[in-house]
């Protein structure tokens, strides 16, 4: 194949891109310049609901549709994994054209199943969300002399005389004007923008606005069905319509049609660009947000730092100790030492099950590597709430990639385990590439069934449960599978002693050492609890979680307190002449994961009192069992390679005969 038209085509683009002059920006956060009459589009995403975790089409419920039908937007992968489904609506804008008045259509009589529907999204508190220039509608309520912000709003009200639909929308655009020399270098859509000289160029154009926020107040308004007979969609309603958000007056009922109108004002803004998702991200309890996360990062920085030092510490004398005796001192001092040394001749045994422990590691290697390069993209800018679904996608394409990794570790784990034999190595990899991933995929069917009945836009559809196994297996398995090749090939690590051929007896202890082992994971459990409460409120209460340096200061804190922690129990199993410590190592910082599972049942207990149906429940629990899952394999692996490390190089250090 001729590469010659592929380079030209990159330098066209290349030049394309050096010659458009308008900055760069990230994706999802390039700014579109309306001019004044231009017209404005807006889109609805799936309505969805903090008491069923459901989400469901717009267009499942009886509302106004589009004349030229509805049209699906592009999605990525990430997108419909979450559930999302972005599709036109009939709400349109002129620039800078304030209307009101405008009729939008009339439905055809409610028949029961249209009643009793639309009462039952209604008890369930389900949200509309519609969306104008990739910004959800927001939605501000007066209580106590200070605003909250919701995004979206609710299908209607239920009252103690009726139900009540929100038919009438009055919506709100904020625009700032379009400043050509004052084009900014966007990361993704927070506040920092960095300002790049202006570029010069020949001619005017027209002065254009930008649509810096999108706000909607509902009303439930009562029209006359007669009086919309033979009007068309976007014509002016013939008599004044108030919105007063207090009054509700559209009662529904069987048998009668509903009549939907909007109006709309434009107002000029003193928000910048950067910043128009500041209030979607300024939410209530943010200072609060802010110091529990610095209070926890303080206290599990203090807490590390203790352990390491006593830990250094204590390590530091029994070496210091041992090895200024001769050797007739040392054979006498053995039992008054740390009793570590009594098991150098079978520290480095085999572990039981070491096919399960190899695979336990590689697919925690890649779990980690893939959390620590998405999140720290995500710290970057790149993964902004603005392009949605880019986070899942990010993280499902660096789970793929990391597959290399994650066969490269276990193999060599194996062979190091074999002392060099690389018999069974294949197994291994395969072993890796389907172990977390066949579990997750078995997990996400059954709760996809559960969707499936539900007619939820949560289910993944078919085409996709296609694609994902193909990226399965012509991807992630190739990838895992040349991992494991490379790592047959790499030198297995050397063992610094000899394993004896009759396993040392194990003395009696006065307390079951998996019971250390299970507590060891309350210390990583304490540096994560109070982000994982902000996690988990973005996951189901429909927040907006954008703190991702935080979480990347956070996770590096998890890591190191995991390996500590599993550093201090190794040594501590050691101690009492316990040569068995390759589990107990994988487990003790892995153990984290329990505390994880009961936080998040509490979680759902206290939290998330008003989910309802057996269908969100096993929802809510098999999600929550998948990302336990995952923590305990990335957690449990970095205490395993630390305590190797740890072992390899302790008893390489000291003098043997």
């Known amino acids: 194949m001729d590469p010659f038209p592929r380079f030209r085509f990159l330098v066209l683009v290349l030049c394309l891109i050096l010659n458009s002059g308008d900055g760069f920006y990230l994706p999802g956060s390039y700014p579109h310049k309306y001019l004044e009459g231009d017209k404005l589009s807006v889109k609805v995403n799936s309505i969805t609901s903090v008491d069923t975790e459901l989400p469901f089409s717009y267009y499942s419920l009886p509302f106004c549709q589009p004349q030229e039908g509805i049209k699906d937007s592009a999605e990525n992968l990430g997108e419909i994994l979450m559930g999302d489904r972005i599709e036109n609506s009939p709400y349109q804008f002129k620039m800078k054209l304030n209307e009101t008045e405008i009729f939008l259509c009339k439905t055809a009589p409610l028949t029961a199943d249209q009643v009793k529907l639309l009462q039952r999204r209604i008890d369930e508190m389900y949200q509309v969300n519609p969306m104008?220039?990739?910004?959800?509608a927001i939605r501000y309520t007066k209580k106590d002399n200070y605003y909250l912000r919701f995004t979206g709003y609710p299908v209607g009200y239920h009252a103690s005389n009726g139900y009540y639909l929100f038919n009438h929308l009055k919506f709100t655009v904020l625009i700032h004007k379009y400043e050509e020399n004052n084009v900014a270098r966007v990361m993704g859509t927070g506040d920092a923008a960095e300002m790049?000289?202006?570029?010069?160029?020949?001619?005017?154009?027209?002065p254009g606005h930008m649509v810096v926020g999108f706000e909607v107040v509902p009303c439930s308004q009562k029209h006359d069905a007669n009086l919309a007979k033979n009007l068309k969609m976007y014509g002016k309603y013939p008599s004044a319509i108030t919105c007063?958000?207090?009054?509700?007056?559209?009662?529904?009922?069987?048998?009668?049609?509903?009549?939907?109108?909007?109006?709309?004002?434009?107002?000029e803004s003193d928000i910048k660009w950067p910043s128009r998702w500041d209030a979607y991200l300024k939410m209530e309890g943010s200072k609060v947000h802010w110091f529990s996360i610095l209070n926890s990062l303080m206290v599990i920085a203090f807490l590390a730092g203790i352990v390491?030092?006593?830990?250094?510490?204590?390590?530091r004398r029994d070496l210091t100790r041992y090895e200024e005796l001769d050797k007739e001192a040392q054979a006498q001092m053995n039992e008054e030492l740390s009793g570590w040394k009594l098991v150098v001749g079978d520290v480095f045994r085999a572990p039981d099950s070491p096919l399960l422990l190899c695979v336990m590691v590689g697919d925690g290697v890649q779990i980690l590597g893939m959390a620590v390069v998405t999140i720290l993209f995500a710290a970057l800018g790149f993964m902004s709430p603005a392009s949605r679904g880019t986070l899942i996608t990010g993280?499902?394409?660096?789970?793929?990639?990391l597959g290399i990794l994650a066969g490269y570790v276990a193999v060599r784990l194996w062979k190091t385990i074999k002392c060099g034999d690389i018999s069974g190595w294949m197994s291994v990899s395969w072993r890796v590439a389907c172990f977390f991933p066949g579990i997750a995929f078995l997990i996400l069917t059954v709760l996809n069934f559960l969707l499936w009945g539900s007619r939820s836009t949560g289910a993944i559809p078919f085409a996709l449960f296609i694609i994902l196994?193909?990226?399965?297996?012509c991807i992630s398995v190739p990838l895992t599978l040349v991992g494991g090749y490379l790592g047959a090939k790499a030198p297995h690590i050397e063992y610094p002693v000899r394993t004896n051929q009759i396993p040392r007896e194990i003395p009696s202890q006065k307390y079951p050492s998996w019971l250390l082992v299970l507590g060891a994971g309350t210390l990583p459990f304490g540096t994560l609890f109070i982000e994982l409460f902000f996690i988990m409120s973005s996951l189901w209460m429909g927040r907006v979680y954008y703190v991702f340096g935080f979480l990347f200061v956070v996770m590096i804190l998890l890591v190191v307190v995991c390996a500590e922690v599993s550093l201090v129990l190794t040594y501590m199993h050691l101690c009492v002449e316990d040569w068995r410590w390759w589990w107990k190592s994988f487990f003790a910082s892995g153990s984290v994961a329990i505390y994880i599972f009961l936080y998040s049942i509490n979680y759902l207990v206290f939290d998330l009192q008003s989910l309802s149906g057996p269908v969100s429940a096993t929802l809510y629990l098999g999600y929550s069992l998948l990302m336990v899952l995952a923590i305990m394999l990335a957690t449990g692996t970095t205490g395993f390679l630390s305590s190797f490390w740890f072992v390899h190089f302790l008893f390489s250090s000291v003098k043997l005969d």
């Open 132 to 136: 104008l220039d990739n910004l959800p």
């Open 196 to 206: 790049i000289p202006p570029v010069e160029k020949t001619g005017g154009s027209a």
């Open 244 to 267: 007063d958000p207090s009054t509700l007056s559209m009662v529904m009922k069987e048998g009668q049609p509903i009549v939907f109108s909007y109006e709309v004002s434009f107002e």
């Open 308 to 315: 390491f030092v006593i830990f250094l510490r204590t390590v």
């Open 395 to 401: 993280m499902l394409f660096f789970f793929l990639v």
């Open 469 to 473: 196994l193909l990226l399965w297996f």
